[in-house]
C-alpha cells in the first residue's frame, strides 16, 4: 500500500521553510555537491531555447540556464514567490498535470530529488507530453538506501527514492524515452564532497554505491 505523501503537505513543509532554504548550500561542502550536479543537468538542456525546470524552488537553477524561454513550476507558493523575486516566470503547477501545450517545451529539468514526491510513471508521461521529440529531461535522484559500513538506514516510504537505476531506465521505456546518460556520486566528507561512481558497480551491491544520480532522457 503506497504511504506517498501528500503534495500539499509537501508544499506546506517547503513553504514554511521558504525564507531560510538556500542558507542549506552555504557551507562549501553542500554548495560544490549542487554545482556539479547542475552542471551535468544544465549540459543536458544547453541550446533549448523553451526550458521548464518542475519544482523550481526558489529558482537557483532555473537562473543559470540559458535559454530564451524558461519558466518554473512547483507546488509551494512561498518558494515560487522567491523565485519570481529573483525575475523568473514562474506557475503553480502540480508535476502531473501541467498546464502546457504538447510538444512546447525542448528541455525539461527537475532538481534536489523533486522525482521523490512524485508518482514515477504519470509524470514521466506528463513530462513526455510537454516534450517536443527529441526533447531531453534532466532528472536527479537520490538512493533509497546507499550502502555503508554501518549498513543502510531504514528507507522512507513516504517518498520514492531510486533503489536500483534500473526501475528508471524500464519506467523511461515504457513512457517514450531513450536513456542517454546517467552519472552516479556518492558523497564524501573530504574534497571534492562527490565522487564519482562507475556504473558497473550498480551489479556489485544489492544496495547503490552512490547517493546522488542525474538521469537524462529523450523523447522518442
Known amino acids: ?26 557551507d562549501r561542502r553542500s554548495r560544490r555537491r549542487a554545482r556539479e550536479i547542475q552542471r551535468v543537468m544544465l549540459d543536458a538542456v544547453l541550446g533549448a531555447d523553451r526550458v521548464l525546470e518542475v ?10 540556464v540559458a535559454a530564451p524561454t524558461r519558466i ?9 514567490r522567491i523565485a519570481a523575486a529573483r525575475g523568473l516566470e514562474v ?25 521523490r514526491y512524485l508518482d514515477l510513471h504519470p509524470a ?24 555503508t559500513l554501518r549498513g543502510a538506514p531504514p528507507p522512507d516510504p513516504s517518498v520514492h527514492e531510486v533503489a536500483h537505476v534500473d526501475e528508471v531506465r524500464h ?14 556520486w556518492r558523497s564524501i566528507r573530504v574534497f571534492p564532497y562527490l565522487a564519482p561512481i562507475p ?8 544496495r547503490p554505491l552512490w547517493s546522488h544520480v542525474v538521469f537524462v532522457l ?3
Open 1 to 26: 500500500m503506497s504511504t506517498r505523501r501528500p503534495l500539499r503537505d509537501v508544499a506546506a513543509g517547503y513553504d514554511a521553510v521558504a525564507g531560510t532554504y538556500d542558507r542549506r548550500y552555504d
Open 55 to 64: 519544482g523550481v524552488g526558489t529558482g537557483r537553477l532555473l537562473g543559470r
Open 72 to 80: 518554473g513550476v512547483d507546488i509551494a507558493p512561498a518558494m515560487l
Open 91 to 115: 506557475v503553480r503547477a502540480d508535476a502531473h498535470a501541467l498546464p502546457f501545450a504538447n510538444g512546447w517545451f525542448d528541455a525539461v529539468l527537475a532538481a534536489g530529488g523533486v522525482f
Open 124 to 147: 514521466l508521461m506528463e513530462m513526455h507530453r510537454i516534450l517536443r521529440p527529441s526533447g531531453r529531461l534532466a532528472f536527479h535522484q537520490f538512493a533509497a538506501r546507499t550502502w
Open 171 to 184: 519506467a523511461a521505456a515504457s513512457t517514450g524515452f531513450v536513456v542517454e546518460k546517467i552519472t552516479r
Open 199 to 206: 556504473s558497473w558497480l550498480d551489479h556489485v551491491s544489492p
Open 218 to 220: 529523450a523523447r522518442r
